[in-house]
């Protein structure tokens, strides 16, 4: 219980850090004081262009977390919502949403979101969407399951007799028995759009320099790693701590005893 | 038969749905092909070059009957030409296709291989190496990008030790480092997978029932209990599959691997609406036949599916 405090706090002074940590203006380049070491005013030096690096990674940060919260609002309600949809009602519209959720695990949503992004420009919002609509697939399947085994419980057909909607059976009877399993699915999920939104501005389809983002400025620094490896290491250790905080945040099994069997 | 009909069905329905999306999507784009080919070419955008080139390209009927054109050939086997080289798309894609299927297969199978057996002993000593190890990869791998990894192999073995040259030469070191990358990534989870598999084994009543009546508890594990496990770590193998092409792009890129992820990186920069479409429906067919040919092994494994 206090392990988890303790994540939930670093979890929530990270996020407001990045949120609202004072950052200098990105685009001011400065010739004169290229590749500078930690100083007062420039707390993790200067890049290649004299930037402050440390506004940099703050920027970058706060374009991650736009796609991780956007990505995973629509992949977690839309799925959850669909998945309980098709449990609930059958025929054509299970078949239809089952459809739509094996297609969304079939083409690989990173594809998608290269094949958007070159098409529409490279913005936190269509990255955010193709993410969240890429993992839904799993969400689907995932509240499918855990609904339909509800829908056979003898509470659910108490309420039905009783004369409640199927809406009101969904929101208050079975979103409470359900959420806790599809929110450990959420951790993982947000570590692994973090680090494929990095590998996306990475390949670096229509960025521009002036928004910087963790992949960007990794792309745009390798070729420093052999002279400053410290331009290389920041943007490479924001990603590392923020998917690593996603992970203990939502694994909600790492308290739990495992069942000790004959073999232990 | 009712199954594999149904299996061929649904998947004959997701790769039309596939391609009328994509063709969908790419005639949206903001800029059109037959302008980026004249700024190319430094020509003046005249009514007369415009029409041309849009006659050229194919592009001047209407929807349907391009799209039915476009769908027509591709199932003959006539891919088109790429719009803005002008080489036969299929010719290309046949060249980089083995690039980046060595990568994502070597780097799948192996995984899956070797997983097998760390998660053996991960659930045999829990709390040992082999269980320690195996989270650490899988908490590694998910939380520091391929690319970077990538980056700092080739800084170690080719700028600082200069062991090995990636970028020049024929490229086999390149290809041989990447499919090792992409089997990394892939250990830990898998490993996790069986772990977790082999454990919910132990505590079924046959394997108890074994266990108790004296034979070892390695042999128990390995030959009977096996089978479920080998089943979810397939089924677990399916979904990573769209890796090989998703995952690989980047590891493509930052070894300049000439593969189909790359050569699309490529033609997007060049708005190539046929390299963009043949791309997605190759994915498509690549899934179709990796879910046919694995739950074809289920299917002769797991008698529980029959």
Same mark, same amino acid.
């Given at each position: 219980?206090?392990?988890?405090?303790?994540? &939930?706090?670093?979890?929530?002074?990270?996020?407001?850090?990045?949120? +609202?940590?004072?950052?200098?203006? /990105?685009?001011?380049?400065?010739?004169?004081?290229?590749?500078?070491?930690?100083?007062?005013?420039?707390?993790?030096? &200067?890049?290649?262009?004299?930037?402050?690096?440390?506004?940099?990674?703050?920027?970058?940060?706060?374009? &991650?977390?736009?796609?991780?919260?956007?990505?995973? @609002?629509?992949?977690?309600?839309?799925?959850?919502?669909?998945?309980?949809?098709?449990?609930?009602?059958?025929?054509?519209?299970?078949?239809?949403?089952?459809?739509?959720?094996?297609?969304?695990?079939?083409?690989?949503?990173?594809?998608?979101?290269?094949?958007?992004? !070159?098409? +529409?420009?490279?913005?936190?919002?269509?990255?955010?969407?193709?993410?969240?609509?890429?993992?839904?697939?799993?969400?689907?399947?995932?509240?499918?399951?855990?609904?339909?085994?509800?829908?056979?419980?003898?509470?659910?057909? @108490?309420?039905?007799?009783?004369?409640?909607?199927?809406?009101?059976?969904?929101?208050?009877?079975?979103?409470?028995?359900?959420?806790?399993?599809?929110?450990?699915?959420?951790?993982?999920?947000?570590?692994?759009?973090?680090?494929?939104? @990095?590998?996306?501005?990475?390949?670096?389809?229509?960025?521009?320099?002036?928004?910087?983002?963790?992949?960007?400025?990794?792309?745009?620094?390798? !070729?420093?790693?052999?002279?400053?490896?410290?331009?290389? /290491?920041?943007? !490479?250790? !924001?990603? @590392? /701590?923020?998917?690593?905080? +996603?992970?203990?945040?939502?694994?909600?099994?790492?308290?739990?005893?495992?069942?000790?069997?004959?073999?232990? | 038969?009712?199954?594999?009909?149904?299996?061929?069905?649904?998947?004959?329905?997701?790769?039309?749905?596939?391609?009328?999306?994509?063709?969908?999507?790419?005639?949206?784009?903001?800029?059109?092909?037959?302008?980026?080919?004249?700024?190319?070419?430094?020509?003046?955008?005249? #009514?007369?070059?415009?029409?041309?080139?849009?006659?050229?390209?194919?592009?001047? #009927?209407?929807?349907?009957?391009?799209?039915?054109?476009?769908?027509?050939?591709?199932?003959?086997?006539?891919?088109?030409?790429?719009?803005?080289?002008?080489?036969?798309?299929?010719?290309?894609?046949?060249?980089?296709?083995?690039?980046?299927?060595?990568?994502?297969?070597?780097?799948?199978?192996?995984?899956?291989?070797?997983?097998?057996?760390?998660?053996?002993?991960?659930?045999?000593?829990?709390?040992?190496?082999?269980?320690?190890?195996?989270?650490?990869?899988?908490?590694?791998?998910?939380?520091?990008?391929?690319?970077?990894?990538?980056?700092?192999?080739?800084?170690?073995?080719?700028?600082?030790?200069?062991?090995?040259?990636?970028?020049?030469?024929?490229?086999?070191?390149?290809?041989?480092?990447?499919?090792?990358?992409?089997?990394?990534?892939?250990?830990?989870?898998?490993?996790?997978?069986?772990?977790?598999?082999?454990? #919910? #084994?132990?505590?079924?009543?046959?394997?108890?029932?074994?266990?108790?009546?004296?034979?070892?508890?390695?042999?128990?594990?390995?030959?009977?209990?096996?089978?479920?496990?080998?089943?979810?770590?397939?089924?677990?193998?399916?979904?990573?599959?769209?890796?090989?092409?998703?995952?690989?792009?980047?590891?493509?890129?930052?070894?300049?691997?000439?593969?189909?992820?790359?050569?699309?990186?490529?033609?997007?920069?060049?708005?190539?609406?046929?390299?963009?479409?043949?791309?997605?429906?190759?994915?498509?067919?690549?899934?179709?036949?990796?879910?046919?040919?694995?739950?074809?092994?289920?299917?002769?494994?797991?008698?529980?599916?029959?």
């Amino acid at each position: 219980m206090k392990r988890k405090i303790i994540i &939930t706090a670093i979890f929530a002074l990270f996020i407001l850090f990045l949120l +609202f940590a004072p950052r200098k203006n /990105i685009l001011k380049t400065d010739v004169l004081h290229t590749f500078e070491g930690s100083s007062a005013e420039h707390w993790m030096g &200067t890049d290649n262009l004299g930037r402050d690096v440390w506004s940099l990674l703050v920027a970058g940060g706060v374009r &991650t977390l736009e796609v991780v919260f956007l990505s995973m @609002a629509i992949s977690f309600f839309a799925g959850t919502a669909l998945g309980m949809i098709a449990a609930f009602w059958g025929g054509i519209i299970r078949s239809v949403i089952q459809f739509l959720a094996d297609f969304t695990l079939v083409v690989p949503s990173f594809i998608m979101a290269m094949v958007f992004s !070159a098409l +529409f420009g490279f913005s936190p919002l269509t990255a955010g969407v193709i993410f969240g609509v890429g993992n839904m697939g799993e969400y689907v399947n995932q509240s499918f399951d855990l609904a339909y085994g509800l829908k056979k419980q003898e509470f659910i057909d @108490a309420e039905k007799v009783v004369g409640l909607g199927k809406i009101p059976i969904l929101i208050f009877h079975v979103v409470p028995n359900i959420y806790r399993q599809l929110l450990v699915f959420l951790g993982n999920k947000a570590g692994n759009v973090t680090v494929q939104y @990095a590998g996306l501005a990475f390949i670096g389809l229509g960025t521009d320099i002036t928004n910087p983002d963790w992949g960007t400025l990794l792309y745009q620094y390798r !070729a420093y790693l052999t002279s400053y490896p410290m331009l290389v /290491i920041y943007p !490479a250790a !924001a990603i @590392a /701590i923020l998917t690593i905080l +996603f992970h203990l945040m939502f694994d909600s099994r790492s308290g739990a005893e495992e069942a000790v069997t004959l073999f232990d | 038969m009712k199954r594999a009909i149904s299996f061929l069905v649904k998947w004959i329905i997701i790769f039309f749905v596939a391609s009328v999306l994509i063709f969908g999507l790419v005639r949206l784009m903001p800029t059109s092909p037959v302008d980026r080919w004249l700024s190319s070419y430094n020509l003046p955008r005249t #009514e007369e070059n415009i029409a041309y080139v849009t006659e050229r390209m194919g592009l001047n #009927e209407s929807l349907p009957v391009q799209y039915a054109a476009w769908i027509g050939n591709f199932l003959k086997g006539d891919w088109g030409y790429s719009l803005k080289s002008h080489l036969d798309i299929k010719e290309q894609f046949i060249q980089k296709l083995p690039y980046s299927i060595c990568i994502g297969l070597t780097g799948i199978l192996v995984a899956a291989f070797l997983s097998f057996f760390i998660g053996y002993r991960a659930a045999l000593n829990r709390g040992g190496i082999c269980d320690r190890l195996s989270s650490v990869l899988s908490i590694f791998s998910q939380s520091v990008p391929s690319f970077i990894f990538a980056i700092i192999i080739i800084y170690f073995f080719s700028v600082k030790l200069k062991a090995v040259k990636f970028f020049t030469g024929n490229g086999a070191y390149a290809l041989i480092t990447a499919s090792l990358i992409t089997a990394f990534y892939n250990l830990g989870i898998l490993s996790r997978v069986v772990r977790n598999a082999f454990r #919910e #084994e132990m505590d079924k009543s046959y394997v108890r029932f074994a266990v108790s009546r004296g034979f070892s508890k390695e042999k128990v594990l390995f030959h009977h209990a096996s089978k479920p496990v080998i089943c979810r770590l397939i089924s677990t193998v399916i979904a990573d599959f769209a890796w090989v092409f998703g995952g690989s792009t980047v590891l493509e890129f930052a070894f300049s691997i000439p593969g189909v992820s790359f050569f699309l990186v490529s033609s997007m920069q060049n708005s190539d609406y046929n390299v963009l479409q043949t791309y997605i429906l190759i994915v498509i067919i690549w899934m179709f036949f990796v879910h046919l040919v694995l739950n074809l092994v289920l299917y002769a494994i797991d008698v529980r599916r029959r």
